[in-house]
C-alpha cells in the first residue's frame, strides 16, 4: 500500500494538511535542541521530510539515517535527498521499526513522523528505540490525534471520515491507503496510554504535547 502510493504521497500529505505538516515537523525537530553534533535516526522515514527537516534544521543534525520497509517511499527519499545536495549526510536504509539494523547506543536522537501507528508491535518498537539511543538521548514522535474541543472534533471527524478519504484516492488513485489512514488513527493508542508505552520501555520526562487543536500529539522524552 505505501509503494503504491510513493510518488504521490507528499504532495497529498501538503495538500490534506494545507501545509501545516510541514509546522509540524518543524516542531518535531525544535524539541530536539539539537546543537549541530548529533547522529539522528529517522524511523518509518517514508519520503525522508523529517530527516530532510532534522539536517536543514539550525543548527543541524550532524548526521541523519532514515529507515523504513517501503522500498518506493526510500526510493523517492533518495531521490530528493540528492536534489538537495544532502546525500553526504543523510542516508536511507531500508529496515523494521521493531528491529532497527543499528548498534545499541549508536544514537544521539531518534525521531518518527505518522508513522508509529503503521508499527504492529509498537512495544517492541519502542524498546528498540530505547536500545539505539544512548542514555540521555532525545525522543520525538509525531502522530494523529483526536481533538477533544466539541466543535473542532466535530468538524475534524467529517473531514477526516468523509472528505481527506474521497480526495485521497482520488489523487493517490489507491483507496485502500486513504480509507486506511482514519481507521488506523482511530485504532491508535491514547495519548496516555502511547505516553505510558515509553515510559515502560525505558523513557522519562515523556511529554504529549497536542498540535493544532489536538489534530496531531507530538510526544517527547529522553533515554532514561
Given at each position: 500500500m505505501f509503494d503504491a502510493i510513493a510518488e504521490r504521497y507528499d504532495v497529498l500529505n501538503h495538500l490534506l494538511s494545507a501545509g501545516i505538516d510541514r509546522r509540524w515537523r518543524r516542531r518535531a525537530i525544535r524539541s530536539l535542541s539539537?546543537?549541530?553534533?548529533?547522529?539522528?535516526?529517522?524511523?518509518?522515514?517514508?519520503?525522508?521530510?523529517?530527516?530532510?527537516?532534522?539536517?536543514?534544521?539550525t543548527p543541524p543534525a550532524a548526521r541523519v539515517i532514515g529507515i523504513d520497509f517501503a522500498h518506493a517511499m526510500l526510493r523517492v527519499a533518495n531521490d530528493k535527498i540528492?536534489?538537495?545536495?544532502?546525500?553526504?549526510?543523510?542516508?536511507?536504509v531500508r529496515g523494521d521499526a521493531t528491529s532497527i539494523p543499528l548498534a545499541a547506543q549508536s544514537a544521539d536522537a531518534v525521531t518518527i513522523?505518522?508513522?508509529?501507528?503503521?508499527?504492529?508491535?509498537?512495544?517492541?518498537?519502542?524498546?528498540?528505540?530505547?536500545?539505539?539511543?544512548?542514555?540521555?538521548?532525545?525522543?520525538?514522535?509525531?502522530e494523529f490525534g483526536t481533538p477533544t474541543t466539541p466543535l473542532v472534533r466535530q468538524l475534524y471527524l467529517w473531514y477526516f471520515h468523509q472528505v481527506l478519504p474521497r480526495v485521497g484516492a482520488l489523487l493517490s488513485r489507491h483507496s485502500a491507503a486513504y480509507g486506511y489512514?482514519?481507521?488506523?488513527?482511530?485504532?491508535?493508542?491514547?495519548?496516555?496510554?502511547?505516553?505510558?508505552?515509553?515510559?515502560?520501555a525505558g523513557f522519562d520526562d515523556v511529554r504529549a504535547v497536542p498540535l493544532t487543536f489536538g489534530i496531531v500529539y507530538l510526544y517527547t522524552a529522553r533515554r532514561r
Open positions: 539539537l546543537t549541530g553534533r548529533e547522529r539522528v535516526v529517522d524511523l518509518c522515514t517514508g519520503t525522508g521530510d523529517l530527516a530532510i527537516e532534522a539536517r536543514r534544521s540528492g536534489r538537495l545536495r544532502l546525500d553526504e549526510s543523510i542516508a536511507v513522523a505518522f508513522g508509529i501507528r503503521n508499527v504492529d508491535d509498537r512495544d517492541a518498537a519502542c524498546r528498540d528505540i530505547g536500545r539505539v539511543l544512548r542514555p540521555g538521548g532525545r525522543l520525538a514522535i509525531l489512514l482514519p481507521a488506523s488513527v482511530g485504532a491508535f493508542a491514547s495519548p496516555s496510554e502511547f505516553a505510558e508505552i515509553l515510559r515502560v
